[in-house]
């Protein structure tokens, strides 16, 4: 004999109606979680070094090397075209020299150990700071490396007068500095006024 057929639908329980919202919170609150309380504490231990404040017209000594900042300069944008100087109205090169030399050790340092500087601009006039990188094409702004000047910091022993220029809005010159970072070590040069 078989069992009786029901026409009556079988009640869902609550469970079983509820399951993908349940899944979809379970899911969702750590993540929500993760972004608003982890993301920010992760932030603060990736940032960058702090920065050893090297005042104008001093040096500072890294890895057996003595480096100065000499000169800087702005130079406003005029526009390109007849009577412009190819820099964007609005925009300014900023250009800095820094005189960098070997210590005064018996055996100067070598670029064995592959030792470069990289170099940025930095201001906080704004109350955030912003960041500009070095131009790899000064030319396409008509800008000249100075001659006996170079473009690229490799540290081989040897005196070197480094140009580093930047295209920045107009007006950052006054509130920005110069930071030049050598392995571990970052230092925060003041531009010359």
């Known amino acids: 004999m078989s069992a009786p057929a029901t026409d009556a639908a079988v009640p869902i329980g609550w ?3 509820h399951a993908a919202p349940l899944i979809v919170l379970a899911v969702a609150v750590p993540a929500l979680a993760f972004v608003v309380i982890g993301l920010p504490i992760i932030d603060d231990s990736t940032a960058a070094p702090a920065h050893r404040p090297v005042a104008q017209g001093t040096n500072a000594e890294v ?3 003595s480096f100065t900042l000499t000169k800087s300069q702005e130079f406003p944008g005029e526009g390109t075209g007849p009577g412009g100087n190819d820099i ?7 250009a800095a020299v820094i005189e960098i030399e070997a210590g005064a050790s018996d ?17 906080r006039s704004t109350g955030a700071e912003r960041r500009w990188s070095e131009l790899s094409d000064v030319a396409m702004f ?8 170079d473009d690229f910091c490799s540290l081989e022993g040897e005196p ?5 220029v930047f295209l920045t809005p107009e007006g950052t010159y006054e509130e920005a500095t110069l930071d030049l ?9 003041e531009l010359v006024h």
């Open 15 to 17: 469970w079983r109606r």
């Open 63 to 65: 890895e057996g090397y």
């Open 88 to 94: 964007p109205v609005g925009s300014s090169l900023v």
């Open 107 to 123: 055996s100067p340092p070598t670029n064995d150990e592959g030792l470069f500087c990289e170099t940025e601009l930095s201001s």
């Open 142 to 149: 008509g800008y000249q490396i100075g001659e006996g000047r």
């Open 160 to 164: 070197l007068a480094l140009e580093v």
């Open 181 to 189: 970072q050598l392995g571990s070590e970052d230092l925060r040069f």
